[in-house]
């Protein structure tokens, strides 16, 4: 279309004057002086005029002489979860995490008869933890020496990531188990297998974030699903908080046998400078890194021939992944269950100040640029995405390994089979824990749906 190509012409040229002389002033403010936090917010106001999803919202005249962080939270939109400014030298402008420090997330439950637990939720594969033997449904006794509760669980999870180590010991376990310092990357790829039920060959995929090192195992996977002639397929991303689109446009072509390489895996629709753009799969596989891109027949190879997908979520769920779910609806039957996602239906791209030399150094902005809706025309899930049959993981403690069948997240899917997505929507009647405490709740704050710029 005439019009959306003027758009994009239009950003482009933003792009190009922001790249090489940053934003231009829109009023009549002073040069102030470089470093001062004047210079730094008017480039952070300057930049959001130009890209900020919500751009026309912003404040015409806002006070500059505060610190950046502060003038930042004051010109989001209210709406806005998301956005976020970031310097590497402030380690506070960065949600502490304690999966990213010491490779392992754990969660504090009050239980129906009022005993308070602490758990580990999730372990890195390869990570210190796993080596050191922690698994998923742990219950921990003591941290660092001291008894989690209600009351401390919050500050001894922050204390270990300040020490970035932590003494744990743990229920049924003889001996102080000290993890150290996270040191090797994540494969987004926990773990795959293959099992049978009711006469049905399933495969089954632990899928925590959409990384570009997600591809050669995902293809490993998918191979070997193949080969053992998968009929259904479990896609599990209860944790998984986002990552590349590309990403998540490449498994959505090996998943569904309905694409093109023509066809709208996504529309961007951003502010009035931005417009909307539909972007096809072959035109987001192209952003891939060219080692990785194996073109849209290559992805395709992968296919198993399936109808549906089951797709479990948690309330962790966020980003690509929410994107995957509402991109492939159109194209093959999502069964969804679990918990509603987390909700964060926009992307962005980051914006550094790309003078040479630089005048704002290191502050770098992630600010929510587009909606994001799939070939129907169907988004605005910012409240989540609603399963269709919602089921929790707590409701059987302790937790269990990823992929076990008695898990209540793989059991809602082999008792629904034949339960036909949007339809009959059923709620676990099982009681669940009240959580307490959840230390993954910082990464869905810093979690980024950051991704190459679309045009």
Same mark, same amino acid.
């Given at each position: 279309m005439k019009t959306c190509s003027l758009f994009i012409k239009t950003l482009l040229l933003y792009l190009m004057i922001f790249s090489l002389y940053s934003c231009k002033k829109s009023d009549n403010r002073p040069d102030y002086p470089a470093g001062s936090q004047e210079n730094i917010n008017s480039w952070i106001l300057d930049s959001m005029k130009v890209y900020y999803y919500w751009n026309a919202g912003l404040p015409g005249n806002p006070v500059l002489n505060t610190d950046p962080s502060s003038f930042f939270k004051s010109i989001k939109?209210?709406?806005?979860?998301? &956005? $976020?400014?970031?310097? #590497?030298?402030? +380690? !506070?402008?960065? +949600?502490?995490? %304690?999966?990213? *420090?010491?490779?392992?997330?754990? /969660? *504090?439950?009050q239980t129906s008869d009022g005993q308070v637990k602490t758990m580990i939720s999730l372990v890195v594969p390869g990570s210190r933890a796993a080596s050191k033997g922690l698994v998923r449904g742990d219950i921990i006794q003591t941290i660092n020496g001291t008894v989690p509760t209600a009351a401390n669980i919050a500050s001894l999870t922050n204390n270990s990531i300040l020490k970035q180590s932590t003494d744990l010991e743990l229920v049924g376990k003889t001996g102080i188990i000290q993890v150290q310092r996270l040191i090797n990357s994540e494969d987004p790829v926990y773990t795959y297998h293959v099992f049978q039920s009711g006469g049905k060959t399933y495969g089954y995929l632990f899928l925590n974030s959409f990384e570009n090192t997600a591809l050669s195992q995902l293809k490993r996977a998918f191979a070997?699903?193949?080969q053992e002639q998968v009929q259904e397929l479990i896609l599990d991303m209860r944790y998984n908080p986002g990552g590349s689109v590309p990403v998540a446009a490449a498994l959505a072509v090996m998943i569904a046998q309905n694409t093109t390489e023509a066809a709208t895996f996504v529309e961007y629709r951003g502010n009035q400078k931005a417009g909307v753009r539909k972007s096809s799969f072959g035109a !987001?596989?192209?952003? %891939?890194?060219?080692?990785?891109?194996?073109?849209?027949?290559?992805? &395709?190879?992968?296919?198993?021939?399936?109808n549906? /997908?089951?797709?479990?979520?948690?309330?962790? *769920? $966020? &980003?690509?992944? !929410?994107?995957?779910?509402? &991109?492939?609806?159109?194209?093959?039957?999502?069964?969804?269950?679990?918990?509603?996602? %987390?909700?964060?239906?926009?992307?962005?791209?980051?914006?550094?100040?790309y003078r040479n030399p630089q005048i704002v150094p290191k502050w770098e902005i992630y600010p929510m640029i587009f909606k994001l809706y799939n070939a129907a025309g169907r988004g605005d899930y910012?409240?989540?995405?609603? #399963?269709?049959?919602?089921?929790? !993981?707590?409701?059987?403690?302790?937790?269990? +390994?990823?992929?076990?069948?008695?898990?209540p997240l793989i059991q809602s899917c082999l008792q629904k089979t034949n339960m036909v997505a949007g339809q009959n929507r059923v709620e676990s009647t099982l009681e669940r824990p009240r959580v307490i405490f959840d230390s993954r709740v910082p990464v869905d704050l810093k979690t980024g749906l950051t991704i190459s710029r679309p045009y």
């Open positions: 939109n209210s709406a806005d979860r998301f &956005s $976020a400014l970031v310097n #590497p030298d402030l +380690p !506070e402008s960065y +949600p502490p995490s %304690l999966v990213h *420090t010491l490779g392992f997330d754990w /969660i *504090t439950l070997y699903f193949k !987001e596989l192209s952003k %891939l890194p060219s080692g990785l891109n194996i073109g849209f027949a290559g992805f &395709s190879g992968y296919r198993l021939n399936l549906k /997908i089951y797709v479990l979520t948690g309330n962790h *769920t $966020a &980003s690509a992944a !929410e994107l995957l779910i509402n &991109s492939l609806r159109p194209y093959i039957t999502v069964v969804h269950s679990g918990q509603q996602t %987390l909700g964060k239906d926009m992307a962005g791209f980051v914006i550094k100040d910012s409240n989540g995405l609603t #399963p269709d049959q919602i089921t929790d !993981e707590l409701t059987v403690l302790p937790l269990k +390994p990823f992929g076990d069948l008695s898990d």
